[in-house]
Structure formats: C-alpha cells, structure tokens
C-alpha cells in the first residue's frame, strides 16, 4: 500500500473506536490517554508504528552500507522503480539513517535525506548512457559515488562539494542562491532571496546547520526577526517579508527540524527553539529586534519577549498573531502526538491533512494554490527527523499553555488574529484572555482582528494588512 491507502486504512480503522483525530473534542486527561492507546493498538495492528532502531553496523572506511549498493544495482539495472523504493525507505528510515551516521562519523546532514530520491533520479539520468549489459555493478558504483556527492554522505576529504560548502560555513557562512545549493529545495518553489546557511552552535542546542535569509534597505530602522509557523520554512513569509524590508532589516531562519535547516532526531520543543533562536542572533551579530511571528511562530515571539522582559535590552516590542501554546490546552492533541512520534508516516500526513484544512477561508483565491505547494514541500523534506520535529512541538504546544505568565510581559505587544481562525477556540482565547493579560503587563499593547480574510494564516492571506499593521507598530527601534 502507498501512503494514500495506509492512511486511508488507518483512518477507517480509527473511526471504529470513535476516535476524533483532529483533536477538537473536549478530552479529559483520562479519556485522552484512552484515545491515545486506541490509536496505538491500531497502528501495531496495521504495521504503522516505527520500534527502536537496531545497532547500526558499520561498514569498512570508504564502504557504502550494503543496502544503498543493492538499491543502487536495481536502478542501474531493470528493477529501477523497487530500486528507488528502496533506497527511499532505507534512507529515511531510523535505522538507515543510524547506520550512516555510525558509518561516516556523524557527519550525515539530515536535511539531505528526504531529498534522495530526487538527487539520484538525476544522477541516474546521467548514467543512463552507461548502462549496458554486464556494466551493472560498475554503475551502481558510480551512481552511489554521486550520491555521496550531490544527497547524503559527506564521503571523501577531497572532491566532495559537500565538504567545500562545509569549510565554507565553518568560516563566516555561505550566501548561495536557488539552484546553486546542494541543500536547498529542488522541487519547492524557493525564496527569490539570496539564502545563507551558518553554523548555529550551543551548549542546549548542539550544532545546527542554519538556512536563513537577511535583507535590508539602505537605511533601516530597525531588525525584524520573522519567526515560521508548525513544520513550516521561511518561504511562509516571502511575500510579508518584501513588503517590510522596505523599511526594515528582515531575517527569517528556518528553525531546526523545519525547512531546510538541519533535522536531527532528538526531542523538540518550544524552549529548545526559543534556545536555538537566542543563539542564532548571537551568530549572525544582531543585539537587538522585533520577534514576529504566527501560530508557532508567534508562540516563540511572545516566549523571547518573555525572556528579555526585565532587560527588554533584545527584544524592545514583539508581534504575534494566532500563537499556538498561549491558549487553552488540547490533551486530546497532546496524547495524539505522543503516539504519533513512534508511528509510520501515514499517522503524519493523516494529522498533516487534518492541520491544513484550518489554515485557509474558502474564500481566498489562492487557497488550492498554497495547499499544493505545502504538500510538495513537505513530501521533499519529509524524514524521520522532521517526523519526531512535527509530534514533538505539536504535544508541547498542546499539553499546557502560557496564558499565566502573559501578564509578565512588560514590553508592548501587538497581539492580531483573524475572527475566522477557530480551530481550538483561537481567536476567541485570544480576544478574551491573551490580550487582557498582555494589557495589564503593558498598557500600550494592541490587538487587532480585522482583516479581509482573517484564518489563521493571516501572513499569507492577508499580508498587506499585516505588514501595515507591523510597520505602525514597530516604527522605529
């Protein structure tokens, strides 16, 4: 079955037992709990859940792992589509992708793997010529040494482009633009600008490799730091951040588990991205901005106001609209993504699918248009480690709120959300809690609900009216 038929198998089998996967049934702790060890069951049952890895061999030095050769034989010779379906599955599976990083020294970037298939689709293209009868182990051969070059294994010290571009992050970073990159998207439609990529190094966050854009006027007056939504990439924000840098310095990162940014499995949550954001300025020199943000987004935006709340040295005002995590809890949800961390990747495009149908009105025209290139990007990057960055942040946003601490923020705040943005009573805990408490820490917050279209991507709906709204706001910092 591909992912369509598990998902919908998974689904079928789900709606047995009542389970209401979106999670907009008021659960107690108890029932959630229930809920959540049903879709446990069903996911043994089906074969969709993913158990611990097996100790990883580890190969002679300058050998490939055996399966990626016999993958690698069955494109070259006349199995190609099994060819492909292997190295897929081995690639992005925990075991696959433990034996690399045990074979090669952990220096295996995740955010290569989800794009294998495309990499050696091209690769294989070029060796098409080359493939006769009795020249099949040869090709796989070689077709595996450009693999190495262009995807997944870092390989050789000298030749490999991967290790020029690593130098070159290890200096001061590196500015390459789309189609120029060995990391950045393929099939995704890419930021029209020039994109970086730095080493973002901390003793909480270990070591990411960072894609980030910067841009700026000639005179600015100030830095604005645009923080992307749930598993989103800094794409989200292209048309938003062309209107404010304008006026403003506009940097955009993708956070760790996201975009193109590196994927590491480990446990996410919002402290360890507040973390990585605290030492991503420190890297790429700004001492002082605005957090802007939506969703996730605008859950780390008024989090690192928080933070700097005494000082407000940082962060002298923040921006948030729909912020996930600073509203009443879900623990249907919670308990939904801690199962879902261990299941297959049917259980994440299954709760996915169930996500984006809250982002858009009907009504906006180019709503069809953003789900097919959501879709495409997430099915370019998707690997185990954005899999466990997906359930791990959507359970730490869910399982509790910061609606207590709002009130100790002291820095103004411009709070916005769109009237139609309901999906886990957003936009009415934001109106009549979340504000209020902004307010009574900082008399001069605002809030502001009216827009055109008002979901909960008000950054790509209704973008002109945010970036007007923003720049009234900041003014100059």
Known sequence: MDFAEETSTFQEHLATHDIDWTGTRELSPAAARRQAAKVAETARELGLDCPPPEPAKKPGRGKLPRPWIDAALRVAGDDRARGFADLDRYATSTLGYAAMLDAYGGCVLPSDVPMLETRLRKAVRKRDEAITEGRAEKTACEVAARIEQLAVLPLLETGSRRRQVQRRLDARGSELRAGHDPFGPVHVRPTPFPFRWVLVKGKSIGEIRTRYIDVAPSKPKGTLLLIHGHGSLLEEYDELTAL????????????????YSDKHERRYTVKYYADFLMAFLRRVGIQRCVPCGGSLGGNLALTLAHRDRERQALFPKAVSWAPAGWINPNFGLAELARIGRDAAPPVFFMSYNKQKEKWYTPKWRNRKAALQASDLFRKEVYC????????????????GTKLGIAHEITQPVLLMCGPHDNALGMYTTVRNELFPALKSGNSTSHFQDEFRFGCHSLANEDTDQVASYIMSFVGKV
């Open 384 to 399: 185990r480690g954005y899999h466990v960055a997906y359930f791990d942040i959507a359970r730490d946003q869910t399982r």
């Open 244 to 259: 404010l840098a304008e006026h403003y310095r506009v940097v955009v990162p993708d956070l760790p588990g996201c975009g």
